[in-house]
């Protein structure tokens, strides 16, 4: 079936640093592919979407590249700030169906 | 703003004692989702709305029953709980099919004691 595998957390960086979160995933056809962020005791809120393969989602300085030949999503900002500090969630909605797949989520925490 | 509303934030309950916790949306999306999520994972997909049409999730206990009396209104029911059903309750919202994302509310964190 389905799956989403992210690179392992927590993720320490300094403010100002280079992020990127690793997402690869498995499916058959042509999947929807997602970054979710939740901050600590919140819901999920979307932070970037891509729908066919070389769109490219971006929001709030995030980006990620929506990559077929090596099934990945990863996710990128050249630089983070204190406040970007949360669990982030790559995620895949199937052709067949609107459930959603998430990976197991990375920890992100940016010292000042 | 069109958004997705959890009532109540926080709820503590007593063991088997049930609970509802409620979900409204004006996004007037037509699926509606009800997740839970515990600490440091990522959320677990219960059931699902499409319409007035219910979809179970095979491995949901039947613990947890839903209804949903109109497009705009979704509640979880919970009748029995116990210790190992604390966690955060995530409802979501989406319009049907393709590629539309799921909206999520700000979550119940339900306390069992």
């Known amino acids: 079936g389905d799956s989403v595998t992210q690179m392992e957390g927590p993720v320490t960086l300094s403010e100002e640093a280079f992020l990127t979160i690793n997402c690869t995933y498995t499916?058959?056809?042509?999947?929807?592919l997602f970054w979710y962020v939740q901050y600590p005791g919140e819901g999920l809120q979307l932070l970037l979407k891509?729908?066919?393969?070389?769109d490219k989602g971006s929001n709030k300085g995030f980006e990620a590249t929506y990559r077929k030949e090596t099934t990945s999503f990863h996710l990128e900002k050249g630089s983070v700030q204190v406040s970007d500090s949360a669990v982030y969630f790559c995620?895949?909605?199937?052709?067949?169906?609107?459930?959603?797949?998430f990976g197991q989520g990375t920890e992100l925490s940016v010292k000042p | 703003d069109a958004m997705v509303i959890q009532n109540p934030r926080y709820q503590v309950t007593q063991f088997g004692k049930p609970v509802t916790l409620s979900c409204s949306q004006t996004?007037?999306?037509?699926?509606m989702y009800w997740y839970q999520q515990k600490s440091s994972q990522a959320p677990k997909l219960l059931f699902h709305?499409?319409?007035?049409?219910?979809?179970n999730e095979a491995d949901t206990p039947d613990n947890f029953q839903s209804r949903r009396p109109n497009t705009s209104f979704c509640f979880l029911d919970i009748r029995s709980p116990g210790l190992g059903d604390a966690a955060m309750y995530l409802c979501?919202?989406?319009?049907?099919?393709?590629?539309?994302?799921?909206?999520f509310g700000p979550g119940t964190r339900l306390t069992v004691t």
């Open positions: 499916a058959t056809g042509y999947p929807s």
């Open positions: 995620a895949l909605k199937g052709n067949q169906g609107g459930k959603l797949i």
């Open positions: 979501a919202t989406s319009r049907d099919g393709g590629s539309y994302e799921q909206y």
């Open positions: 891509a729908t066919k393969a070389d």
């Open positions: 996004l007037n999306h037509n699926v």
């Open positions: 709305y499409y319409d007035k049409d219910f979809n």
